[in-house]
C-alpha cells in the first residue's frame, strides 16, 4: 500500500462520498471508485461501508485512516520545518468568523495579528453557516449551544443577547415589558435562513422559548445597529453591537432579568482534531484565545 492509496482512502472517509472525493483528488468519480475497490481487493478486506446517503469506514478502514493522517501530518510538519528554516513565520491561516462578531469585534484583533506576522497569508471568511470546517478553513468562531464532538472547541466566553431600543422609540412607542410583547412588537435582528426565528429566554432554571416575526432581518450587524439608532423597533442583538449606545444612554435595555439566545449561549472557536495544525495555526489560536481571555465569563 502506497501513500497515493493512503490518501484516496482519506479524502473518501473525509468527504463522506465518492463525488466530493473526487473533486478534491481532480478525479472522475469512476476513477475514484475503480481505486478503492482495487485498494479493498488489494488489503483482501473492506474499508469502506456504502450507503445510500454517506460512506462510512470500516474498523480496519479506520486504523488505517489514522495511520495515513499521522504520516500525512508529520510530512506536512518536515516541509514545514524546512520551508521556515532561518526565516520569520510563514505559512496560510484560513479562519471563519461570524458577520457580526467578526466584523464588530474580531477584525481589530486579525489586522493586530496580520502585523505581528506579515509573513503569514491571513485568509478570513464572514459567515454564519454552521456546517463542518471545510478545506480551506483551519479555524472556525461559530455562537452554539453545543459544539460538535467531532471537534476540538476552546471556550471564547458568554453570548449576551440584548432586547433593546433607541430613546427615541421608547419615548413614542413604549419597551416590551414580557417576552410576549415582543411578538407585538416590530424587531430587528439576525434571523435563522429557513425557519420561523425561536427566542430561548433563560430565567435562573427556568427555560421559556417564544417564536417571533422579525420586521428587519439581516446578517449584517451594523445593519441592524442603524435600524435600531433610528427608531425602527426592538433589537434583539449581542450586547457587542450596540455596547457604546449603552454607555452614552442613546439606547436603552429591557427584558434584562432574562438571558436571552437565538443562535447560543457561547461562543468557541473550533478546529479539526486529525487535521495538521501549522505554526501559523497555532500562532493564530493562541493569539485569539489571548484576546478572548480577559472577556471569557463575561460576553463574547
Known amino acids: 500500500m502506497d501513500s497515493q492509496s493512503l490518501t484516496l482512502l482519506m479524502e473518501i472517509i473525509d468527504s463522506g462520498n465518492l463525488s466530493q472525493a473526487a473533486r478534491k483528488l481532480k478525479m472522475t468519480r469512476a476513477n475514484v471508485s475503480y481505486h478503492l475497490a482495487k485498494l479493498e481487493k488489494d488489503a483482501g478486506v473492506q474499508l469502506v461501508q456504502r450507503s445510500t446517503r454517506r460512506m462510512e469506514p470500516t474498523e480496519i478502514g479506520l486504523r488505517l485512516y489514522e495511520h495515513g493522517r499521522a504520516i500525512h501530518n508529520e510530512m506536512q510538519a518536515a516541509q514545514e520545518a524546512i520551508t521556515n528554516l532561518g526565516e520569520g513565520l510563514r505559512g496560510r491561516v484560513g479562519i471563519s468568523v461570524p458577520s457580526g462578531y467578526g466584523q464588530i469585534v474580531m477584525s481589530d484583533w486579525l489586522i493586530e495579528f496580520k502585523r505581528s506576522y506579515p509573513g503569514i497569508v491571513l485568509d478570513?471568511?464572514?459567515?454564519?453557516?454552521?456546517?463542518?470546517?471545510?478545506?480551506?478553513?483551519?479555524?472556525?468562531?461559530?455562537?452554539?449551544?453545543?459544539?460538535?464532538?467531532?471537534?476540538?472547541?476552546?471556550?471564547?466566553?458568554?453570548?449576551?443577547?440584548?432586547?433593546?431600543?433607541?430613546?427615541?422609540?421608547?419615548?413614542?412607542?413604549?419597551?416590551?415589558?414580557?417576552?410576549?410583547?415582543?411578538?407585538?412588537?416590530?424587531?430587528?435582528?439576525?434571523?435563522?435562513?429557513?425557519?420561523?426565528?425561536?427566542?430561548?429566554?433563560?430565567?435562573?432554571?427556568?427555560?421559556?422559548?417564544?417564536?417571533?416575526?422579525?420586521?428587519?432581518?439581516?446578517?449584517?450587524?451594523?445593519?441592524?445597529?442603524?435600524?435600531?439608532?433610528?427608531?425602527?423597533?426592538?433589537?434583539?442583538?449581542?450586547?457587542?453591537?450596540?455596547q457604546d449606545k449603552l454607555d452614552s444612554g442613546e439606547i436603552l435595555t429591557t427584558l434584562d432579568e432574562y438571558r436571552l439566545s437565538i443562535f447560543g449561549t457561547h461562543m468557541y472557536l473550533l478546529y479539526l482534531p486529525n487535521r495538521h495544525r501549522t505554526r501559523a495555526v497555532r500562532t493564530c489560536i493562541d493569539f485569539l484565545m489571548g484576546k478572548a481571555r480577559p472577556n471569557e465569563g463575561l460576553s463574547a
Open 124 to 242: 478570513v471568511l464572514f459567515e454564519n453557516r454552521a456546517d463542518n470546517l471545510r478545506d480551506e478553513v483551519d479555524i472556525a468562531i461559530r455562537v452554539m449551544q453545543e459544539p460538535p464532538l467531532s471537534m476540538v472547541a476552546r471556550s471564547l466566553g458568554n453570548v449576551r443577547y440584548l432586547a433593546c431600543a433607541s430613546t427615541d422609540y421608547a419615548s413614542r412607542h413604549g419597551l416590551p415589558r414580557t417576552l410576549y410583547d415582543l411578538r407585538t412588537s416590530p424587531l430587528i435582528t439576525a434571523g435563522v435562513s429557513g425557519r420561523q426565528l425561536r427566542l430561548t429566554a433563560y430565567q435562573g432554571e427556568e427555560r421559556q422559548e417564544v417564536s417571533l416575526e422579525p420586521t428587519m432581518i439581516s446578517e449584517h450587524f451594523p445593519f441592524l445597529r442603524q435600524g435600531i439608532l433610528a427608531g425602527l423597533g426592538v433589537g434583539l442583538v449581542p450586547d457587542y453591537v450596540v
